[in-house]
């Protein structure tokens, strides 16, 4: 029998190549598999009859195969499967998509349980892709608490099962608990070995809750423990500091008046600078709030006290709108900025490498190619990461070891509360921008259905005649939603519409350099309409763009979206947004009502919040903290509290938790390996 650090190869059916799928989702061992948990659980034991299915969803229905499946070719590399099955209450049509097997699999006649998504109402409601387990001779339904895992290409949750029963099975009965037992017994938690059979194969629902509500609160108080351990280590760093007289004329320089809240910020990062501690400090701002004004800041304190500063984007069209605004606001002190990118000509690096390593270069503006070998500072003291989430930990600190415990500033365009706010970046102190500077004219949004299509496309057409540019973001279509246009449809379809207009595609499935031209097309004014996926969320400025038309917006967040609406309203023409799904029924119309009522990001990630369930907020980036398994920083906040209360009583106690060697070692692991994770 397999031990449970042995590889993961070590499974019955699982070789090499598969190993290496398994790999893609850093499951090397079988100790890695039993902490990859179930994303979801489908909850097969509760059959709802044909005739009671009243709206879209996920059901298990107990069904008789009435008509022969038949295969059909709809076009080269797509085949279709359909049949009719019934029930005592009625009828219902099933498609397969792509699986030509299921007509062999499907006997008329014979009694399934199926599991899957039905689509459509009334008479074209259709059972898409289920799974389907035959029904014994004894009548006895297979239903049960199925795990749903995360997947890569080329996995089944067939082979996730396989490993995690595996995995369970090489679990010994002395297994080691980090939680201290007085901790569990408090919160009523299973201990580690009986949770981690309940989350991987639980025999009812409130088992499965009970070994999440377990496994949460051990990996928030793991992780509390660890940035309370790491906020200890920082008070006792020494680093650079910065004299903050010349602040003065760099507010004077300004071509506008701060904001109060920038005014504070800007206070602040002095504040730090001049402390003698090295500062890590997050500016977290809604669309439009002067962020980059805040960063210019910190780069003309490092400058006027004879350091350098470096500011990494995501994106070298982004790094190069930074270079160009940062130039603007720092040339009057006589600043000197400079740009390094990775598709510069090798003279043009040349000229930027010498002028960073001489020290000419003050201010350094780039991508990722600032944290390459090649590029040596002359005097790095301040290091500024634009849209966090973008980079990994790993990444900000080969920058930051390119200095000498240089100051670090990182900054967001996700609204959330401050209180999250202060747990979730963890050992980085938290400056809000709350305001929004004068003369931005708030962008007119609305909700409308698909009655107003022609309308619309006229609107589009009227906005790009009088000199402006719109964007239309389209949702990613999954297998099956025959409901859905892709981007590159819907692009045809306006094209036929417009054919007058100038249209541009862009989707995730592009390389990043057909990405970036394209969004430098449009920037230059070569393209009259960007029909995108969520790719432009974050990103570019284009001041002539002025309507944002988001297709299916029902299937977005509110925050989302409003990252969405950010895109527009950057020049000085009157912007639109026009959220598309004010149709699909009274709950998506309230949702969307709340974007046309209020640009108040902070508002929205509140409403966001209240009415999204675990895991869609924030998604899969957990903003440069170990990457979570089990919990959810959005919807844990009430466990996280009590977790990280547990942990600052037991580590006032025990600061290196000597007495506590499982949770010590258990922590170490938790951020030496895990860190990067969510970036990779």
């Known amino acids: 029998m397999p031990a449970v650090d042995d590889r993961i190869q070590a499974v019955k059916g699982i070789g090499p190549k598969k190993a290496g799928l398994f790999e893609k989702l850093h499951i090397f061992t079988l100790r890695d598999m039993l902490e990859t948990y179930p994303r979801a659980y489908e909850d097969r034991t509760h059959i709802t009859p044909i005739a009671e299915i009243a709206e879209e969803g996920k059901y298990a229905l107990r069904a008789v195969v009435g008509t022969e499946p038949k295969v059909s070719r709809i076009r080269k590399g797509m085949t279709l499967v359909k049949c009719t099955v019934f029930d005592e209450s009625g009828t219902l049509a099933v498609t397969y998509f792509n699986n030509p097997y299921a007509a062999a699999l499907l006997r008329v006649g014979q009694e399934y349980l199926f599991y899957g998504s039905v689509r459509g109402l009334g008479r074209g409601r259709t059972l898409i892709s289920p799974q389907a387990e035959r029904i014994p001779a004894d009548g006895h339904s297979p239903g049960r608490i199925v795990p749903v895992y995360p997947l890569t290409a080329g996995l089944t949750q067939r082979d996730m099962a396989r490993a995690a029963e595996a995995a369970l099975a090489a679990v010994p009965g002395d297994w080691p608990d980090p939680l201290p037992e007085i901790v569990r017994v408090k919160y009523r938690l299973p201990d580690a070995a009986e949770a981690l059979g309940a989350i991987h194969a639980p025999q009812t629902a409130q088992d499965a809750a009970d070994a999440r509500r377990r496994m949460v609160f051990e990996e928030l108080f793991l992780l509390c423990c660890g940035l309370q351990q790491l906020r200890e280590r920082r008070k006792a760093e020494t680093g650079i500091s910065f004299a903050a007289q010349g602040l003065s004329a760099f507010v004077e320089a300004l071509p506008f008046a701060p904001t109060g809240a920038q005014r504070r910020a800007i206070a602040e990062i002095a504040a730090d600078c001049a402390s003698g501690r090295p500062m890590n400090r997050l500016v977290q701002g809604d669309v439009g709030s002067g962020k980059t004004a805040v960063a210019a800041a910190l780069c003309a304190l490092a400058a006027q006290n004879g350091w350098q500063a470096a500011f990494m984007a995501p994106t070298e069209i982004l790094a ?91 900054m967001s365009a996700t609204p959330i509360p401050r209180t999250l706010a202060l747990i979730m970046y963890g050992d980085l102190d938290v400056s809000i921008l709350d305001e929004t500077p004068p003369g931005r004219s708030p962008v007119a949004t609305y909700a409308v259905g698909e009655s107003m299509r022609r309308r619309i496309t006229a609107f589009i057409d009227k906005q790009v005649q009088a000199g402006g540019q719109a964007y239309v973001v389209c949702p990613l279509v999954e297998e099956g939603e025959t409901n859905l246009k892709s981007a ?103 949702r969307l009502k709340i974007l046309c009522r209020t640009g108040d990001g902070f508002e929205i990630a509140r409403a966001d919040l209240a009415q999204r369930g675990p895991g869609d907020f924030f998604g899969r980036r957990q903003h440069g903290l170990p990457a979570l398994h089990a919990a959810d920083l959005a919807a844990d906040l009430a466990l996280m509290q009590a977790a990280r209360e547990e942990a600052e009583a037991i580590l006032t106690a025990d600061p290196t938790l000597a007495g506590y060697p499982v949770l010590r070692d258990r922590v170490q692991r938790m951020f030496q390996t895990r860190s990067d994770e969510a970036f990779n």
């Open 488 to 590: 590159e449809q819907h692009a045809l379809d306006l094209q036929k519409a417009l054919p007058h207009r100038r249209i541009a595609v862009l989707h995730g499935r592009m390389k990043s350099a057909d990405k970036e031209q394209i969004m430098r097309a449009f920037a230059a004014q070569e393209y009259d309409i960007l029909v995108a996926t969520t790719v432009i969320e974050v990103g570019v400025d284009v001041p002539n763009a002025n309507l944002m038309v988001v297709e299916d917006a029902d299937r977005f967040g509110l925050s989302q979206l409003h990252q969405l609406r950010g895109r527009v309203g950057r020049g000085t023409r009157q912007s639109y947004c026009v959220f598309f799904g004010a149709d699909k029924g009274e709950t998506a119309r309230e």
């Open 320 to 410: 190069a709108q930074h270079a160009e605004t940062l130039a603007a606001l720092l040339g009057r002190l006589n600043i000197a900025v400079t740009l390094l990118t990775g598709s510069m000509t090798a003279a043009q690096k040349r000229a930027a490498l010498a002028a960073v390593e001489s020290g000419a270069a003050q201010v350094v503006v780039g991508t990722h190619a600032l944290i390459q070998q090649s590029v040596v500072f002359h005097r790095l003291g301040a290091v500024i990461a634009d849209e966090q989430h973008r980079f990994g930990v790993a990444q900000r600190a080969a920058l930051a070891a390119k200095g000498q415990t240089p100051h670090t500033l990182v």
